[in-house]
């Protein structure tokens, strides 16, 4: 079973423009209460938030099932329930309409499917093991700088949470931006069906999910999905960068916007300074300033200049929305601590490749001040989970950090490897408090702080202790 996203209503303030026919018809279900002709306003997966207007939907988490909610209190609360065929309200209450399916999961993504189906606007789907998340919303700031964009909120990039974020489309949308997740094969492939991107953005291949993709190449093949499962004149933006995706270039031809370093690069990167990228798109020369400083996001900047070209925006659609672009919550977020120290949060989600991107992005942009790591565990690495851990130690042993601290059992294996390298503070501990007092004792305003994990660990949690 899947997780639950975060509590959602799609619709909310907005018109979905549906029958409940259109809506039985669309899920796959059958309507088995109700006036076939009434509309539909909003859709609800949180019995908290169902209200007049709104279909609550049925959806059944790893943790609870959402029809053990249903009774008198929610069907006068809402307008009327998507529920699996055979279940019913433990007091029998019924609320005005009542559509039936086979599985209340495969009706929300069969209903997303069809609604994506009505618009006929460029649609940009992005994949990538790294940096999926700032590319969407740089993509998404380009995008907005031609008109409306509908794109993924927050972690809504999975099996629920996309087809949520597909349903939020209007008439008034001129463009889609969508992320999406992956963790297992066949994840993108069902995703991209979903939403039948016109353009795919593949930012990198590297370890992340190891536990469930087995290898590089594991991972290379769950990523690829988004080519076979996209229509067949989907454009992709390529990164030359990586040796994986460059492969992609030959296979795709004419159908490939490759994006990198290199000069046979469609949309260049140039090297700059920190906070700063130079891109050369269409033998134009672009320079925008990133609120997000690094190496690391620079390559961002590139594939979501790549996408945007590929969506039918030119060089200074694309320069204005990089400068226009802001970072998500918890990725590479920085935060003014009282003390005037900056707490860059970069705590969402972590994994070898991304750990090691962000604390380079880190040591880059903050180089006139004295430097701590704090880091907790990679989750889902699978049998070399040590190893990966051991490799990171040995390398943060290297950097020129004043402290590094270091929380979860994985973490030990990084602590005693950075332990052997350049003299500095190494801190280790399976829970965050036992070290937390002595980390709000080194900031200051000449310090800063980068925050790192997978999220299982919560490291934003340190943050609130400081």
Not at 28 to 44: C, E, F, K, T, Y
Not at 102 to 107: E, S
Not at 230 to 249: G, K, M, R, Y
Not at 397 to 413: K, S, T
Request: with cysteine.
């Amino acid at each position: 079973m899947l997780n639950m996203p975060e509590s959602v209503v799609v619709g909310t303030g907005m018109d979905l423009n549906l029958t409940w026919e259109t809506l039985a018809r669309g899920a796959n279900g059958r309507l088995v209460r109700g006036s076939p002709a009434d509309r539909v306003r909003a859709l609800a997966t949180d019995s908290r938030k169902a209200e007049p207007g709104t279909v609550f939907w049925a959806l059944a988490g790893e943790r609870y099932d959402a029809h053990d909610f249903l009774d008198a209190r929610l069907a006068g609360a809402c307008d009327g329930w998507v529920i699996q065929r055979g279940k019913r309200a433990n007091d029998g209450a019924l609320p005005s309409h009542v559509i039936e399916v086979p599985d209340t999961l495969k009706a929300l993504q069969a209903l997303s499917a069809y609604h994506r189906s009505r618009f006929e606007i460029p649609v940009a789907a992005v994949a990538g093991s790294n940096g999926k998340t700032s590319t969407k919303e740089m993509l998404r700031s380009i995008c907005s700088q031609a008109g409306p964009v509908c794109a993924t909120q927050g972690n809504l990039n999975n099996q629920i949470g996309h087809p949520l974020s597909l349903l939020e489309l209007t008439e008034a949308h001129r463009y889609g931006v969508f992320e999406l997740g992956e963790s297992h094969f066949g994840d993108i492939e069902e995703l991209a069906r979903l939403c039948r991107p016109t353009v795919g953005v593949l930012t990198n291949v590297g370890p992340a999910h190891l536990e469930f993709l087995g290898n590089l190449e594991g991972v290379f093949r769950c990523l690829s999905e988004l080519v076979t499962a996209s229509p067949a004149d989907t454009v992709f933006a390529v990164n030359l960068d990586d040796p994986w995706l460059a492969a992609l270039e030959t296979q795709l031809g004419e159908r490939a916007i490759t994006y990198g370093r290199g000069e046979r690069a469609a949309v260049q990167l140039r090297d700059s300074a920190a906070g700063v990228v130079e891109l050369v798109v269409q033998r134009h020369k672009l320079t925008a300033a990133l609120k997000t400083p690094g190496r690391v996001h620079q390559l961002n900047a590139a594939a979501a200049a790549a996408g945007a070209l590929a969506m039918g925006l030119g060089p200074e659609e694309i320069s204005k929305g990089l400068s226009a672009f802001s970072p998500a919550p918890m990725r590479f977020e920085p935060r003014r601590h009282e003390s005037g120290a900056w707490l860059v949060v970069d705590a969402y989600n972590a994994n070898p490749g991304s750990m090691r991107a962000g604390i380079e992005s880190f040591l880059d942009a903050y180089q006139n001040c004295r430097r701590i790591l704090v880091l907790g565990d990679m989750k889902e690495l699978g049998p070399d989970t040590p190893r990966f851990h051991r490799e990171l130690g040995e390398w943060i042993g290297g950097l020129p950090v004043e402290a590094v601290f270091l929380a979860g059992p994985d973490m030990r294996a990084a602590a005693e490897a950075a332990a052997g390298g350049i003299p500095r503070l190494v801190r280790h501990a399976d829970d965050p408090k036992s070290w937390a007092g002595e980390l709000r004792e080194l900031l200051g305003p000449d310090a800063a702080a980068f925050f790192k994990a997978s999220r299982a660990v919560a490291l934003e949690n340190v943050i609130e202790q400081l």
